[in-house]
């Protein structure tokens, strides 16, 4: 034991004296991805420092995690053993708010709501939602492809990004695209390292085109009578040429918010319009604004990430939508579980709660899967305790583009140290 | 091994000897894309009709060892269809059928083939469109498109074509197929369409693509507007950007290219130094007040004779004037060069200065026609071939544009793509763990190199070459076309 301990006391000092800026101890408790505890913390305090940090693992084989926020270290398949834990809060500023532009470049250990604190002097921002921004940084956002309810207007991480600077698993340093909005010189290396679960480089900075801070916001809350609704309202508002940032679902029971941002003129009509779609169906309706309209959405969140049990993705076309709902209320009832969804209903994205036996969790999972056609759609398994992981794949089926993925794994870290075997596909 | 007499065989089984090109002269056809200074004549092309064909050409080469480009329309403008000239040319232009339209999902699957116009005609009837423009729609593929990742006009808005590709399939370098994303949104995996789309045609041969289309907006609103500078017009993009407004479109034409336009189409431009024409759509509201606040924004920059389109003809006028610039150029000039590179758009007026000045230093006129919403420059570089030593100037004169764009934090390219033509360049970007980081990529798909080889980085058998003047590309002189 005191060997070990010797051993890992001469590494930290070791990482210490090669990366210049790194603060690297001995984990703790506290510091455990899912459930086991790292060996060695390191929080390096510049970019050279996460690449120097990088290449003294990569020389010695060592195996590396890269922590945000830690909203999202339990995702993935079970973790054996972490060497290092390299923690990116240190790396936190928003580099450059080039609001003439609507762009910004920000390290990857800044918090989503900070940036957008900072962003907002100029009356913009970077339009994400995803689950946990008071937590989320950049870097686990834009690593994981996360996103909220506005995806349907602004689209995921993977549509915003213009540029990245990045740490190799050699630790050299790297970067793709540039601070323009329109580019095409050279692979786009940013799109790739976007929702690659730090398998293949830590993203050391992001650089996103950015939003106009929407003048007004008005949100309907809808009920439904029946799940079967959800569709018919999300096209019925999209038939009538209405531009909403959200067409959320919540069930059960069966509940929508549509929210709509632009001048308040228009904000307020089309919020109206949508009100009276939803009552000419039966529904029952109330316009939220400011306050209120604010709690709406963060219990809407809750709902999901608020929560215990599993959570996973289900994506659907949106015309499977309905059936899908359908069939998974039979399956959940079937199995005794309890099952929650809230999700993109224009989109056809979908975020499911569980609880309940893990056994019946898989077959729930692995029933589903079943369904789905190649390329129609897709389940993946976001966070569970240890024995659904063990019992099904968080994965599913990735399709024939695995082995090519592995390639493009082996060329980018040779070695195996980045997140190993925990990236998409088990990479 | 080279391609001998039983290689060409085997490909004309594969194809069928019709659709196999060896005749000298029909490969001509084939030996530049729309940058006629580079040229190459492969060993052969072939026209497949499936991607089974595909396949079975893709494995050959790659058993023997032969490179292999794909070709869709050859608009490019980059020489990224620049044939290898001991290697293979897979023409794509007979892959061109519709094979499903999902309205309710809002996408379409087509093979790379088709026409970029042509997926919007086939869903026009339902409302919907599909967003990526290139001014060369009528002729030029989505294969092609998704190989450059293509822009338009309205791509300020709705983004490019990599926003729009949902789902591929496509032939690996060693002949596996694979699908990447699917006509669902999000797929388990690495993002490998994100990457595919721009890479020029140097990763894979695509032969199915799955869109996605958009319904048509509420409501459209046209301006043009004239001002006594460009410095005056670029600060009146900067303004409305700033002012959190994003335009379907905001294009810019000076005075070079204005005349240009007037001589060709005579769309009523007025005389000026430059105008602009800023194109809003969506709900009808939002349009009207937006456009307020940008007639108030170019009068704050004297802009003048500002005239709105009350209806889709003069809509359509003010366009065909943007449009036709760029062909029209020949009646302004004997040659010129284009240029494609990008800055950040807050900076146009400080870089058009600076052109502007290198137009006085070198003598030679320097026209621009341009994406001024997105900061993607489009000079024009005139010249005399007849004049002693014009084109040499007239090329120095591009390339020092290209660093103005470099030195304001700009890129080479904004949709041209790099191709054969700007690989050179590419060092003067990106540095060689940057360049090297691509390359793992490139190793990924293509261990062996035999996937249009020689583009998009820097090779040193290829940047031994200089790269020549821009000619108009047979299709625009003929003003089928015109260029952005
Ligand atoms: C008049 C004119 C106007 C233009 N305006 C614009 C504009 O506004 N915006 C813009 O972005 N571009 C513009 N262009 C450039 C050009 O039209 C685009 O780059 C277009 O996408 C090229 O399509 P293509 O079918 O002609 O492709 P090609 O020129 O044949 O090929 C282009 C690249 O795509 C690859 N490729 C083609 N098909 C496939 C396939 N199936 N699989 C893999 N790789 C493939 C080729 O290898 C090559 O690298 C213009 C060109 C002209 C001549």
Redesign the interface.
Known sequence: MTEIVGLRDALISQIDGCAAGAVARPGTEADAVDGVVPAIVAEPGSPEAVAAVLGWASDHGRSVVVRGGGTKLGWGPPVDAVDVLLSTRALNAVEAHRHGDLTATVQAGAILADVNAALAAHRQWLPLDAPHGERATIGGIVAANDSGPRRQRHGPPRDLIIGMTLARADGVRAKSGGIVVKNVAGYDLARLLTGSFGCLGVILTATFKLAPAAEASRTVQATLSEARQFAQVAAGLLARGATPTAVELAWPPPTMLLRFESIAAVAVQQAEQAAALVRDGGGGVTVLADADEAAAWRRHEARIFGGGGTIAKLVVLPSDLSATLARLDEAARGLSLDCEVVGRAGLGVLYLRLTGAASAQASLVRGLRGRIPAGRGSVVIRRADRELRSLVDVWGPVGDGLPLMRQVKRRFDPRGILNPGRGPGGL | MPVDAQFLAELGRIVGPDHLVRDEGELSTYESDGLVSHRSRPRAAVLPETAGQVQAVVRLCRRVGVPFVARGQGTGLSAGALPHPDGVLIVMTRMNRVLDI?I??QRITVEPGIMNLEVTRRVAPDGYYYAPDPSSQVICSIGGNVA??S?GAH?LKY??T??HVV?VEAI?PDG?????????????????L??L???EGTLAVVTKV?LRLL?R??SVRTLLAAFDSTDAAGNAV?DV??A???PAAIEMMDRTTIRAAEAAVSPGFPAAEAVLIVELD??Q??VA??FEQIEAICDRNQGWGVQVARDEAQRGRIWRGRKAAFAAMGRVAPSYYVQDG?????KLPEVLRRIRDLERRSGLTIGNVF?AG???LHPLVCYDDAVEGQAELAEEVATEILSYCLDA??????????GAD?ACH?PK??DE??????R??????DPAELCNPDK??PTPRLCGEVPGPYRAHPVEAAGVAERM
Not at chain 2, 440 to 445: C, P
Request: proline content about 7%; glycine content about 18%; hydrophobic content about 40%.
């Open positions: 999902d309710p999902n450059e990742n822009g791509c983004g490019f990599v926003h789902g690996l596996e197929m694979i699908h990447l994303g699917g006509a669902a949104v999000d797929s388990p995996g690495l993002d490998l994100g990457v789309v721009g890479s799955t319904r907006p509420e900067s950007i700033a959190g407004i994003i969506g709900p509201p939002e007040a937006r990008v800055i950040p758009r807050s994406h997105d900061g993607n934090g700009g890129s080479l390219t904004g949709e041209h793509g790099i700007k590419m970007m990106f763990a940057d360049l090297a980081t691509m793992f990529l490139r190793r990924a798909f998009l980085l």
